[in-house]
Nanobody, 121 residues
Framework: QVQLVESGGGLVQAGGSLRLSCAASGRTFSGYNMGWFRQAPGKEREFVAVIRWSGGSTYYADSVKGRFTISRDNAKNTVYLQMNSLKPEDTAVYYC??????????????WGQGTQVTVSS
């Protein structure tokens, strides 16, 4: 129903910024909650951010609150994650997720393949 492709990852120095994009396809994209998860080497996958289908509210993990901003443009079928003040501990593969019902850490209906973000010290 939904296909997701992430882009925008790369190498950045600590304190720098990156913007990730998630291009989605599907007839009912606007009806899905959209989010971002990440998985660092040797760690379990963790929730990062989510935005409701309406775009009217967002929620962030404490570790990124105040530094990351999630947004969506339903007309372009795209979700973004603006990452500022990046830290080495932000290094991970970042995954885009879409879920028709869940909102937050239990999302998981559809997943992208991930994009690597590396933050150097």
């Amino acid at each position: 129903q939904v296909q997701l492709v992430e882009s925008g990852g790369g190498l950045v120095q600590a304190g720098g910024s990156l913007r990730l994009s998630c291009a989605a396809s599907g007839r009912t994209f606007s009806g899905y909650n959209m989010g971002w998860f990440r998985q660092a080497p040797g760690k379990e996958r963790e929730f990062v951010a989510v935005i409701r289908w309406s775009g009217g509210s967002t929620y962030y993990a404490d570790s990124v609150k105040g530094r990351f901003t999630i947004s969506r443009d339903n007309a372009k079928n795209t979700v973004y994650l603006q990452m500022n003040s990046l830290k080495p501990e932000d290094t991970a593969v970042y995954y885009c997720v879409a879920d028709r019902n869940s909102y937050g850490s239990r999302m998981g209906n559809y997943w992208g393949q991930g994009t690597q973000v590396t933050v150097s010290s």
